[in-house]
């Protein structure tokens, strides 16, 4: 918490002059996704010939808005399917918007959830460079970077070993150190402190309170809610597509946790 | 009014930061789009930044590729010999034993033309969608992918263009300066190449079976070009009509050089650079309109 002290407990309220890191404007997705496992022209014809319609719509985000300043550190907190990776995949510029508006100063590091953006069959090596170089830096800088991230991960020989050899926990802690490592304005982390172990965990939770010190914003999406209370100096809360409250990370926690236990008849949106 | 002040300034500050930086993608403004295409001028400078990314896609995709199959190499150039002979069998027959080596020689320069193409546009069906983690994770210009699969068989198209040579050594066919030209026409090639890598690509994320139609759909094609018979051999009926195919111009240009140091009519100059602007402005375009919904369709 220390290292947090310069902007933990002021940046809660709204500063004139602080500048934003994000600012979310009204923002809806809706995804029109398939029903068929793979959707394949075959099946296209089959259904137009019964009349069925393609697409299902998912609303995964309903009218969201809020601003992040920069030096703050957001916790996202939410069930599952409640939209939060959706959120920072639109904010990452991966989805587009149904609509609103996003508006992001700085460059985004890689979402990279529980070691997903990885091909199997390159080795560790390779992935980092690709994921580098796609996330925009030059290949000189990736190459310098390649090696610290081999160090971090600690990977060691595996680094060069193609990654469907790996354990899951050696991919998480690879997709982290890739995504620390990028120097990105704003950092988004999804799900990484459940990943490895927990020597590891400490760790990572100390590069992100590095990191903080440098970076904008960061982002991070978690079910562990003792690191957002322990990282973030602030939080939001989704529920199934909505923005449920915005706040202290303490006061949106206990509201979260309070909601979880009552069940959602005993806790509606008038209480806020 | 007070809050609008308030937001205006540091908007305009951060504004500033990245003019000074000259970082263009410091501040990023995400909105719905009703028109389909995105900004092209940011999209092409971000995929001209990121060119590397394809290079080294296109790189790892070939070093896994050899490392897997010992003969990785010497099938590269084995596949489209084997079906060359093949096909001169066939054609040495229906012909009656009226083709010699002249034709081995065009045939096989044609045929290791159309596999580039076509394979292009296998490879690059399949880019996207076996990328899909990739595109889940990071925003970064789409069009890359299949642009990374076209340079990869691109790369194999050269050591089969190396083979040619000492066939059309052994085949007893001219050498002249004019062969260089042909190169023009390996320019149209790749501009073919790219649009419908990019097409394919996106066809495949709607439809998955597309792959499945792609080889009935490649193998007519072939049928159609002037590669398994000479342009001279198409009768006075069916002529208008074999000049509305892209690759008459494309490959057969290509060929006129390569095998036999002809320069081709003006006409098939003209036609082959259009047919592959257009198809790669078609293409991309295409590819553009769809692209950001492909995280969604993975």
Avoid at chain 2, 120 to 137: D, F, R
Avoid at chain 2, 173 to 188: A, E, K, R
Wanted: glycine fraction near 8%; aromatic fraction near 12%.
């Amino acid at each position: 918490m220390s290292s947090l002290s310069a902007s933990s407990p002021a940046s809660g309220t709204v500063r004139t002059g602080t500048r934003p890191a994000v600012k979310v404007e009204n923002v809806s997705v809706t995804y029109r996704t398939t029903f068929e496992r793979t959707p394949t022209f075959k099946q296209a014809i089959v259904r137009f010939g019964r009349g069925e319609r393609a697409v299902r719509e998912v609303e995964a985000l309903k009218n969201v808005s809020f601003t992040v300043e920069e030096g703050t550190s957001l916790g996202i907190v939410g069930a599952n399917g409640a939209g939060k990776s959706t959120l920072i995949r639109t904010i990452g510029g991966i989805l587009p918007p149904t609509s609103g508006r996003i508006e992001v100063h700085g460059r985004i590091s890689a979402l990279l959830a529980l070691g997903l953006g990885f091909n199997p069959q390159l080795s560790g090596r390779e992935n980092v460079i690709l994921g580098g170089l796609a996330n925009g830096l030059t290949r000189k800088q990736v190459l310098e970077r390649a090696d610290e991230i081999a160090e971090f991960s600690e990977l060691g020989d595996f680094m060069d070993l193609p990654i469907r050899t790996y354990s899951s926990g050696m991919r998480s802690k690879l997709a982290f150190a890739v995504s620390v490592h990028m120097d990105p304005d704003i950092l988004m982390i999804d799900e990484a402190l459940s990943a490895g172990d927990a020597k590891f965990r400490q760790k990572a939770a100390a590069k992100m309170k590095e990191l903080m010190e440098s970076a904008r914003a960061m982002f991070l999406v978690s079910h562990a809610l003792g690191s957002v209370k322990e990282l973030c100096n602030r939080a939001i809360w989704l529920d199934k597509g909505r923005l449920m409250m915005e706040g202290e990370p303490e006061k949106v926690i206990a509201a979260y946790t309070k909601f979880l236990e009552v069940g959602e008849d005993a806790f509606t949106m008038e209480e806020f | 009014m007070t809050e609008t002040a308030q937001e205006r300034d540091p908007s305009r500050e951060a504004a500033d930061r990245a003019h000074d930086s000259g970082f263009l993608s410091d501040v990023q403004v995400y909105e719905p789009h009703r028109v389909g295409l995105p900004k092209l001028r940011p999209y092409f400078i971000e995929l001209w930044r990121r060119r590397e990314f394809a290079a080294e896609l296109s790189r790892a995709e070939m070093r896994s590729a050899n490392t897997r199959t010992f003969f990785g190499q010497v099938w590269l150039v084995l596949n489209p010999l084997l079906l060359a002979m093949v096909y001169f069998i066939l054609v040495f027959i229906l012909a009656g034993g009226a083709r010699g080596p002249a034709f081995f020689a065009h045939l096989t320069a044609g045929l290791f033309a159309f596999y580039f193409i076509s394979g292009s546009i296998t490879a690059g069906a399949k880019s996207v969608v076996s990328s899909g983690s990739l595109i889940a994770n990071l925003a970064f210009p789409r069009l890359l992918m299949p642009m990374a699969a076209v340079r990869t068989s691109f790369f194999r198209f050269l050591p089969p263009l190396a083979v040619y040579f000492v066939i059309h050594l052994a085949t007893g066919q001219p050498w002249s300066w004019n062969m260089l030209l042909s190169v023009y026409f390996i320019g149209c090639m790749l501009l073919v190449a790219i649009g419908l890598a990019a097409v394919f690509a996106t066809l495949q994320v709607y439809f998955r079976d597309t792959t499945s139609f792609l080889p009935y759909f490649l193998r007519i094609w072939l049928y159609l070009s002037p590669i398994i018979w000479y342009v001279s051999d198409v009768p006075n009926r069916l002529a208008p009509f074999v000049k509305f195919n892209p690759l008459y111009s494309v490959i057969g240009g290509f060929s006129d050089l390569l095998v036999r140091g002809e320069i081709p009519p003006l006409s098939i100059w003209i036609a082959a650079a259009a047919w592959g602007v257009a198809f790669v402005v078609v293409g991309a375009l295409f590819f553009l309109s769809r692209e950001r919904e492909f995280a969604v369709r993975l």
